[in-house]
């Protein structure tokens, strides 16, 4: 099921409703085998029972098992029985991190605008503003300064709610403006990307975030400071042709679907099934183009491992 | 390049194609009745300018795609034959295999050596599955790379000439890592020491066009496109239907007008009346002096200015709103 949903990269990147596999539960799911009636005659007004809340028990898209929230949440959203990592935002992963999730938000204050005046099913600007309204995000990026183990580190996390966590130019100006910072405070530097690829809302100026985002990249290479990529399921597209795949370190939570073209794309050039796992951070890492995975519990120590390393 | 009866016709290239059929049967009619037909003749050709001046006129967006992808259009090898001389195809990436969607090697252009490199389409069916419809694969990437390095390494001016439908989208080339070999491409381009000067000659389609597309000057033929997706598969996406590629590509704003409108690319290079495919020397001839120029522009700076400035200016694409500081404060 996991597999077949996460197919169609492309579509995350409309803007329309995604399945948010934290908030929604999975609607289709049999939930009469949830519990055993053990005594007959409930009695009970149907009027009188309790609603369950929304986003109380959460399945596991791989394995279905079956937890509540709270569990889940303080597994860090990793499956306790198979290990399958739920896709989970910036608010998430600063708090995985940043010790006491103590962080300061750096240029929280550049929005995306319609300067194309760019109409497919909706007004680009009706999108924007339904999704600021539904997750409260401004855009697919944040960025955050916080300390790692006591170690200050600038991370730029991507945030798959907004239109798939797709490249547009405030990703692109949040991202060199998060490197302008590393260079002018000498800090290390990590992008955590989550995203379908490019903002087609955006036509060629999202595609103009590819050298723009490189090129600072070039210049915080000069600086010799660190860059870590931490790629997670799933990373398309513009990110993979360019900063996603440009780390000193590229490394990937284990399982995440990583390419450039879509599987789905890929199967209807190629007109033949895709062999298990393509695509899968455990296929680039067998490619060799991953330095290596890292499991979401493991995360912040190694990554403050890292940050010693590079110091010392 | 390909005469009538050989020439081929888009749907709104069709008046042209009636106008040549009545040239023809009047030239069949002058043989067999031996009267002097040659100024109705002569007529008809001027017609036929005509038409393709009032197509010029009117192309809407799809149309200029169409034109980009003409059967007819001249091709990088053409471009580089027709404007250069001593061209030494150097081929293979060292490392897996030679990708024949990229073609690249040294010449003369205007009396120095330059490296030119670009995507190469094939003018038949059977060349078209060889140069795999101009479409790249991570090797043709990186001998583009390689190529680039080695006009680094002697300091030669590069052209690029950019003419790609995408990347190519299949198995191996994600087993070989097509995104890490176009952000690679990225990266080392905006570094390079020597001027980069880029032409999309055709179909500039995302990150397979970038691939090769990062310069000090962004050039744009008058009947290209270039954007981050094709319109057949922005409609497709955005729309949930084929059908939409016209609209796609309304809203795209792909065209070298709009490119050049935005301050993406930084000159638009015109073409023979009608587009390249109607005389590919004088398409030739035109892009020839507008690369010579653009070199000559950008050869006396150092090379890290150049460095500097190409950051520089591909660090101000973008728009987006700014909040004042206060103001989010406030709220």
């Known amino acids: 099921m996991k597999k077949e949903s996460s197919e169609d990269i492309e579509y995350n990147l409309t803007g329309s409703e995604t399945d948010h596999p934290i908030s929604a539960t999975d609607a289709t799911a049999p939930k009469s085998k949830w519990y055993k009636r053990i005594r007959k005659g409930i009695t009970t007004d149907t009027a009188d029972k309790k609603e369950t809340p929304e986003g109380l028990w959460n399945k596991c898209p791989d394995c279905n098992f079956i937890t509540t929230t709270q569990d889940l949440k303080e597994n860090l959203f990793v499956c306790p029985k198979c290990n399958y990592h739920h896709r989970i935002g910036s608010d998430e992963y600063f708090e995985t991190l940043f010790d006491n999730n103590e962080y300061e938000e750096l240029c929280d204050n550049i929005r995306s605008i319609d300067f194309l005046h760019f109409t497919d099913l909706k007004p680009y600007q009706k999108r924007l503003d339904e999704i600021h309204a539904k997750t409260d995000l401004k855009d697919s990026m944040r960025i955050g300064v916080g300390k790692v183990n006591d170690e200050l580190l600038v991370v730029a996390c991507m945030d798959f709610q907004f239109i798939g966590g797709s490249l547009g130019s405030v990703m692109g100006e949040k991202f060199c403006r998060a490197i302008d910072y590393c260079i002018e405070h000498k800090l290390p530097f990590m992008c955590i990307s989550k995203s379908g690829g490019a903002r087609m809302m955006e036509s060629a100026f999202s595609l103009m975030q590819l050298p723009k985002t490189s090129g600072k990249l070039s210049q915080l290479s000069d600086a010799q400071l660190p860059y870590i990529s931490l790629l997670t399921d799933p990373t398309f597209g513009g990110i993979s042709a360019s900063f996603g795949m440009l780390g000193d370190l590229n490394i990937a939570e284990p399982g995440a679907l990583i390419g450039f073209a879509g599987p789905r794309v890929i199967k209807e050039t190629i007109k033949r099934d895709l062999p298990e796992g393509f695509q899968t951070s455990e296929f680039l890492l067998e490619h060799g183009f991953l330095d290596f995975i890292i499991d979401r519990k493991l995360l912040k120590d190694k990554i403050h491992q890292l940050i010693l390393l590079f110091k010392g | 390049m390909p005469q009538y009866p050989n020439r081929q016709f888009l749907d709104f290239e069709q008046p042209i194609k009636v106008l040549f059929e009545e040239i023809e049967k009047l030239k069949q009619t002058a043989e067999k009745s031996k009267i002097d037909l040659s100024d109705s003749i002569v007529k008809l050709e001027n017609a036929i300018i005509e038409k393709r001046r009032e197509i010029t006129i009117s192309l809407t967006p799809w149309q200029r795609v169409q034109l980009s992808r003409h059967p007819d259009r001249p091709y990088t090898l053409k471009y580089i034959n027709n404007m250069c001389t001593n061209f030494v195809e150097l081929h293979g990436d060292r490392n897996i295999k030679d990708d024949k969607a990229i073609v690249g090697g040294f010449a003369q252009l205007g009396g120095e050596t330059v490296m030119i490199i670009g995507q190469q389409k094939g003018a038949n069916t059977k060349l078209r599955q060889i140069r795999n419809f101009g479409?790249?694969?991570?090797?043709?990437?990186?001998?583009?790379?390689?190529?680039?390095?080695?006009?680094?390494?002697?300091?030669?001016?590069?052209?690029?000439?950019?003419?790609?439908?995408?990347?190519?989208?299949?198995?191996?080339?994600?087993?070989?890592?097509?995104?890490?070999?176009?952000?690679?491409?990225?990266?080392?381009?905006?570094?390079?020491?020597?001027?980069?000067?880029?032409?999309?000659?055709?179909?500039?389609?995302?990150?397979?066009?970038?691939?090769?597309?990062?310069?000090?000057?962004?050039?744009?033929?008058?009947?290209?496109?270039?954007?981050?997706?094709?319109?057949?598969?922005?409609?497709?996406?955005?729309?949930?239907?084929?059908?939409?590629?016209?609209?796609?590509?309304?809203?795209?704003?792909?065209?070298?007008?709009?490119?050049?409108?935005?301050?993406?690319?930084?000159?638009?290079?015109?073409?023979?009346?009608?587009?390249?495919?109607?005389?590919?020397?004088?398409?030739?001839?035109?892009?020839?002096?507008?690369?010579?120029?653009?070199?000559?522009?950008?050869?006396?700076?150092d090379h890290q200015t150049r460095i500097n400035n190409r950051i520089e200016k591909f660090g101000k694409m973008g728009f987006w709103e700014e909040m004042l500081t206060e103001e989010t404060e406030t709220k």
């Open chain 2, 135 to 301: 479409m790249a694969n991570p090797e043709g990437y990186r001998k583009a790379l390689r190529l680039m390095k080695l006009a680094e390494k002697f300091n030669k001016p590069i052209v690029t000439l950019v003419d790609t439908p995408g990347a190519y989208p299949g198995l191996e080339a994600e087993e070989r890592g097509q995104g890490e070999a176009i952000a690679r491409n990225i990266y080392e381009m905006i570094r390079l020491k020597v001027p980069v000067i880029v032409v999309i000659i055709g179909e500039g389609a995302s990150g397979g066009a970038l691939g090769i597309g990062v310069g000090d000057k962004v050039l744009m033929m008058e009947n290209t496109w270039y954007t981050v997706i094709s319109p057949e598969s922005c409609s497709s996406i955005l729309w949930r239907s084929w059908d939409k590629k016209e609209e796609a590509a309304k809203q795209l704003k792909l065209t070298a007008d709009d490119m050049k409108g935005f301050g993406l690319v930084d000159e638009i290079v015109p073409e023979p009346l009608g587009g390249a495919h109607w005389d590919y020397d004088e398409a030739a001839n035109i892009l020839k002096d507008y690369i010579i120029n653009s070199i000559a522009e950008f050869k006396s700076s």
